[in-house]
Each structure stands twice: as structure tokens, then as C-alpha cells.
């Protein structure tokens, strides 16, 4: 099976810009969840979605924001960038069962850089 | 409040040695426990889960982990470590109500290993 894949892998924009992430889970995988990770905060989750449905939400700004096609793949936009937004963005699936705690299986990540 | 901590940042192990990383956890009722391994530049992968039964659980390359409820804690061993198993450590939790698959990370712990 393949994994986990992110497009793109590395961004760079400038502050105000907004971008998008893609995310692309495990075959099967209905449950999509982000995480945020910079050297100051270390990991800190964004949201979950399940079923085109968000479930859970971090304590993140509303300029974070996302969504789940129908094909479980998963978008994570940021709007009016600011430079604190740097950071690795992670994406993790997990399995076809709507229940917590399942084990989550992360891609690579898209790296972002706002200057 | 609800936290995951691991008190070491970094830890820098001989290769052949043994390996104690910790972690503790402070929630009310037992949460969903997991080990990941990050090594620089790649995301994140699961050396190993505990949701019941069994406090030992035995993950990849040779870890395991003791879930210790009088302790809240969950701490990663592994016998003689590898030059490889140089990476960052990550303790997670699911809290077991209302966390669906949001993982909380500690702060995560360098680990060096010398030749």
C-alpha cells in the first residue's frame, strides 16, 4: 500500500499570500488530521476531518482552514500569511473505522517558508 | 491541565548501550498512548501503541514500552541502541473522551548516540 503523500513538499511565499496544502491519505484511510510543527511549539494538531466532515479542531486562527473530498484527500489552506505560519505541516490518515484513537500514519510533510 | 511532558530534551547514549526515554502524562482517565520517531527532514513514524491490556508492549527496531498507571507514565526502552536509532523521540496521547484521533505530542527528546 502506498503511504501517506504531500504536494508539495516545500514552499516558499510571502507574508500576506495565502497557500495550499494537499494531502493525499492511505488507501481506505477515511480519517485525515493535520499537524503543525515549528522548533518554538513543537507539534500541535490543526484539525481532523472524517468523511468530508470536520470532527476536532486545535486552537488555531481562523485563517487556518481546511477540507475533505469525497475521495478522502484533504486540503489545508492558510490565508494572509505571516512569517510565525513557517513550519512543517504534517498530514496523518488512519484506518476506515470511525473511532479514537486508531493509529495515524503521517506523510512526509510540506515544509513552508514565509518571507 | 492536560499535558504530555518529557523531561529530557536531549540524550546522548554510547552505541550498545540501553535506552530509557520517559514520559508522563496528566489526564484524568487513562488516554490512548503512542511512541513516534522522527529522523531530521522526514515525518513521523510509530514505533509503538498502548490502549490496554498488556502494560509491556513490544514496537519496531527492537523498542519497547511499560505503561505505568500509578506512575501516568509511559517510558520508550530500548536494550542496546544503534547508530541509527539517532532521531527525535515523540511521546503521544489520544485523550480517551472526546479526542477522536488528536494527538497531543510532548516536546520531544534528541537522541544522539556516539560511536
Known amino acids: 500500500k502506498a503511504g501517506v503523500t504531500q504536494t508539495p513538499r516545500y514552499l516558499i511565499k510571502t507574508r500576506g499570500q495565502q497557500v495550499t496544502l494537499s494531502c493525499s491519505p492511505i488507501?481506505?484511510?477515511?480519517?485525515v488530521s493535520w499537524y503543525q510543527q515549528t522548533p518554538g511549539q513543537g507539534l500541535q494538531f490543526l484539525f481532523e476531518?472524517?468523511?468530508?466532515?470536520?470532527?476536532n479542531k486545535g486552537n488555531f486562527p481562523g485563517r487556518f482552514s481546511g477540507r475533505q473530498f469525497s475521495n478522502s484527500r484533504s486540503e489545508m489552506n492558510v490565508s494572509t500569511l505571516e512569517l510565525g505560519d513557517s513550519a512543517l505541516y504534517l498530514c496523518?490518515?488512519?484506518?476506515?473505522?470511525?473511532?479514537?484513537?486508531?493509529?495515524?500514519?503521517f506523510g512526509p510533510g510540506t515544509r513552508l517558508l514565509v518571507l | 491541565a492536560q499535558s504530555v511532558t518529557q523531561p529530557d530534551i536531549h540524550i546522548t547514549v554510547s552505541e550498545g548501550a540501553s535506552l530509557e526515554l520517559r514520559c508522563n502524562y496528566s489526564y484524568g482517565a487513562t488516554p490512548y498512548l503512542f511512541w513516534y520517531v522522527q529522523s531530521p527532514g522526514q515525518g513521523l513514524q510509530l514505533l509503538l501503541k498502548y490502549f490496554s491490556g498488556d502494560t509491556l508492549v513490544q514496537g519496531i527496531k527492537g523498542f519497547e514500552a511499560e505503561f505505568k498507571r500509578s506512575q501516568s507514565s509511559f517510558n520508550l526502552r530500548k536494550p542496546s541502541v544503534h547508530w541509527s536509532d539517532a532521531a527525535e523521540y515523540f511521546c503521544?496521547?489520544?485523550?480517551?473522551?472526546?479526542?477522536?484521533?488528536?494527538?497531543?505530542f510532548g516536546a520531544g527528546t534528541r537522541l544522539a548516540v556516539h560511536p
Open positions: 496523518a490518515s488512519s484506518g476506515a473505522r470511525n473511532g479514537v484513537g486508531e493509529t495515524q500514519y
Open positions: 503521544a496521547v489520544v485523550p480517551f473522551s472526546g479526542g477522536y484521533n488528536k494527538l497531543i
Open positions: 476531518y472524517f468523511s468530508e466532515t470536520q470532527r
Open positions: 488507501s481506505g484511510h477515511r480519517s
